[in-house]
Every structure is written in structure tokens, then in C-alpha cells.
């Protein structure tokens, strides 16, 4: 398996911007595909954002489409995901996941067997 490690939360303010970083350990990683989720206080983990291996298709949660980006860059390893325009509603701990089954549209947390241990953020308002 892989292992990742998350970076980039933190505390901003609502309007503002973050962006995650996830990286990623072993020579495969180009192969996986790689996902984010969050988990906000009392509620259930949810899907954020996906990309394929290749970087070639994404997916988004409804609540962060045209906010959120998820791109990959494979020579470095790692997955990122650069938010714009954050809500209150966006605070969370945020977990970054890869499969190198290459599920698809990536949605589901069982798609991921693999996971990072997360990074907080938090949006004031």
C-alpha cells in the first residue's frame, strides 16, 4: 500500500483560499487513482473530489463544484487539492485516499484502501 501525508490546513477566513497537499510514497502512484474526503464535526466522512491515474477525468462533490480543484502532479508524488471560495460549511478534517484498483467515479470511501491521517481545516466566518 501506499502511504500518504497530508498538509496545507489550517484557519482562514470564509471567502478565502487553502490549498491541500497529499503526499504520496512508492514508485506506483502514478497508477492509483486518488480521491479527497472530509469529515466535519458530528457528521459522516464524505467524498470531496476524485482524479483518475492519469489526471485525465475528475469528479466533484455538488457542494464544491467551481470551488474546489483537485489536479496531480506524478513527478512529485503528490495529489492536491487548491480550495477557492470557502464556506463555514467547509470546515473539516480533510483525507486524502488512493486505490491503485482504479475505481471509478471514486465516490465511495470503500473505493480507497489506502488513506492519509488527515488535516484540519477550518473556515471562519
Known amino acids: 500500500q501506499v502511504q500518504l501525508v497530508e498538509s496545507g490546513g489550517g484557519l482562514v477566513q470564509a471567502g478565502g483560499s487553502l490549498r491541500l497537499s497529499c503526499a504520496a510514497s512508492?514508485?506506483?502512484?502514478?497508477?492509483?487513482?486518488m480521491g479527497w474526503f472530509r469529515r466535519a464535526p458530528g457528521k459522516e466522512r464524505e467524498f470531496v473530489a476524485a482524479?483518475?491515474?492519469?489526471?485525465?477525468?475528475?469528479n466533484y462533490a455538488s457542494s464544491v463544484k467551481g470551488r474546489f480543484t483537485i489536479f496531480r502532479a506524478s513527478a512529485e508524488n503528490t495529489v492536491y487539492l487548491q480550495m477557492t471560495a470557502l464556506k463555514p460549511e467547509d470546515t473539516a478534517v480533510y483525507y486524502c485516499?488512493?486505490?491503485?484498483?482504479?475505481?471509478?467515479?471514486?465516490?465511495?470511501?470503500?473505493?480507497?484502501?489506502?488513506w492519509g491521517q488527515g488535516t484540519q481545516v477550518t473556515v471562519s466566518s
Open positions: 485516499a488512493a486505490d491503485p484498483r482504479r475505481p471509478w467515479p471514486a465516490t465511495n470511501s470503500a473505493d480507497f484502501a489506502s
Open positions: 512508492g514508485r506506483t502512484f502514478s497508477r492509483y487513482t
Open positions: 482524479i483518475t491515474w492519469n489526471g485525465v477525468n475528475t
